[in-house]
Each structure stands twice: as C-alpha cells, then as structure tokens.
C-alpha cells in the first residue's frame, strides 16, 4: 500500500497561519498551540476533507497549494486535562484526510466538565479540495474553496464565503451565513436564520423551521425557499426561463425582482400587494404578467404563498 509523505511541525508557541479563531473570554490564556502539516505525494493530490470538531471552532480556508496544514489550540483548566486532549490526522492514499478531536475518559482520570475542554481547529487546505465538515457548538468557517462541501452544526453558527461546486448545509439551531456561493446551494436549519448574499448557480434551496431567510443579489436560475413561521425577505434577479417558489406558513414574504425577460408571478396569502404590477384574481390567486413571451420560449415563473400572513411582491428597475 502506497503511503503519503507526512511532515509533522509542532511549535509552541508557532507563527500563526491566519488570524487565531475567536474563543470564549472564560478559556485560559495560554493554551497549547501546535503546527502540523502533511504534504501529497506527487501522484496523489488531496482531494477530499472529512473533519469533525466536537470541541470547539473549525475554521477551512482554501489556498493555491498542494500542502494542508492544521493549527490547534486546546484549552483545559490543567496540563493533565490538555494531556487527554486529542487530534487525529489521517490521510489516505486514495487523496482523502480525516481529521477527528477527541478527549480521553474513564474512572481512573481526573474529572472535568466537558464545557472546560476545548480545541479549536484551523486548517489551511487546497483550494480545489471538497470539504466535509460537522462541529457541535462550535463556529464552523469555510472560505475560498472551489469544491463546494457539506457542512453540519448542532448549535454552531455556520460562516461560508467565496464558494464555489455544489453546497450543503444542515444545522440545527446555528445560524447559517453564505456569501459568494457560485453554485447549486441547499441550505437547511430547524430554529435559526439563513442569510444569503451574493447567491448564483444553477439552484438555491433554503429551509426553516423557527427562523426568517433573507436573500439579497441572488442570481440562481431556480429558487426555491420554505418557511414555518419565519419571514422571507428576498431580493433576486430572475434568469431567463427561471422559477421561483416561496412559501411559508406563518410568515411575511417580501420579494423584490429584477428580470431580463418576461414573467408570470402569481401569489396568495392573507393580503397580497404587488405594488407597481398590475393584476387580476382568480379564486385566491393573484396574478401578473410582467413582459410578452417571444416565440415558443417559456416565461419566467414566480409563486408566492404563505397561508396565515402577508405576501408583497415588486418589479424592480
């Protein structure tokens, strides 16, 4: 079995790489620090990045280089806590790397809680790398890849900028923050906010339960955002032949369009108010044509509803 050249740097304390992840006011000041850094062989470029933090912050930043190199800092009310404190770096031949923290248990160590224990992650990877990556309460960063990833967080906030390739995020009461995503993007959380900005690709799908999502500079040939009871506020450009579907249950949708060709919106809810759209109804719709269609070629489409509250659409210049 072939194996990859590994070069292991430890520094204490060690010239950082990137700004040192933001940490709690009540960890130590002086926590142990240490560099690593694996290099490919030749024939065997990394490819893939499977990473779990359940300790703490994680923070991917891509760059143009073959290396990956991991900045950690633990944290623990002792030495002998820091001692059971561990990091786990292991890259496969077939260009895959996984990186696992850990913390020793048992009866016969000294007991600490586990609010007192703590690593936070930094990793300097190939741009061109697809990133996996989950934490539990910690932030989990991802910036200038071109791969795209999947990205999961229980309570942790969610930060991505300048992406690239197809997108994933799941989290369950983070909120979730992307910015220049140039791809398919589906962005999912049960009670928290999404915030999207600088939005293009194929398609963006964005979900939540207990939380608002707002959009703005969204360019994505398809769109489709749902809520239960959180407001959606969307400002979006409509590609030609595009579609777009907005919903929620309990919440207010606002949507601002631009368009570069004909359009057919309809929508319904509590009040619908298309501001400067003329329109007609029918039953509970209520329907505008914004433009003619040239030809044979299909008009944009737009569908607005939300049940129990207010829907307000506009055509923007």
Same mark, same amino acid.
């Given at each position: ?6 070069? $292991?740097? !430890?520094? *204490? %304390?060690?010239? #950082? ?5 933001? =940490?709690?006011? /009540? ?93 936070? $992650?930094? !990793?300097? *990877? %190939?741009?061109? #790398?697809r990133?996996?990556?989950?934490? =539990?309460?910690? /932030? ?5 890849v ?35 995503a ?8 049960v009670?928290?906010d ?23 500079r ?12 959180g407001r959606?506020?969307?400002e ?26 004909p ?11 298309f ?15 914004i433009?003619r ?17 207010n ?7």
């Amino acid at each position: 079995m072939k194996r990859l050249a590994i070069v $292991v740097v !430890m520094l *204490v %304390p060690a010239v #950082a790489l990137a700004d040192k992840p933001k =940490t709690d006011s /009540k960890k130590p000041d002086a926590p142990e620090h240490a560099v690593i850094e694996i290099k490919p062989k030749a024939d065997h470029p990394f490819k893939q990045l499977a990473i779990e933090n359940t300790l703490g912050d994680l923070r991917v930043e891509g760059y143009d280089g073959d290396n990956i190199t991991v900045e950690t800092w633990k944290y623990a009310p002792d030495e002998d806590t820091v001692d059971r404190l561990h990091v786990a770096l292991m890259p496969s031949p077939d260009g895959t790397v996984r990186l696992v923290t850990s913390v020793d248990g048992g009866r016969e160590v000294k007991p600490a809680p586990r609010a007192a224990m703590h690593v936070d $992650v930094l !990793m300097r *990877v %190939p741009r061109n #790398a697809r990133i996996e990556a989950a934490v =539990t309460a910690g /932030k989990l960063s991802v910036t200038n890849v071109d791969s795209g990833g999947d990205l999961d967080s229980s309570s942790g906030e969610i930060v991505v900028s300048n992406v690239a390739g197809e997108l994933f995020t799941h989290s369950v009461t983070g909120h979730t923050s992307i910015v220049q995503a140039f791809g398919s993007v589906d962005a999912a959380t049960v009670d928290s906010d999404v915030s999207l900005d600088t939005i293009g690709g194929e398609k963006l799908v964005a979900s939540a339960n207990q939380g608002r999502i707002e959009g703005r500079r969204v360019s994505s040939r398809e769109i489709e955002l749902t809520t239960t009871d959180g407001r959606i506020a969307l400002e979006a450009e409509l590609a030609l032949h595009g579609h777009m579907i907005i919903s929620s249950l309990h919440g207010d949708i606002d949507v601002r369009l631009r368009s570069h060709g004909p359009v057919v919106a309809r929508a319904r809810g509590v009040k619908v108010d298309f501001r400067n759209v003329p329109t007609t109804r029918q039953n509970d719709w209520v329907t505008a044509a914004i433009g003619r269609a040239v030809g044979s070629d299909p008009m944009a489409m737009v569908e607005l509803q939300s049940r129990f509250a207010n829907v307000q659409f506009a055509i923007v210049q």
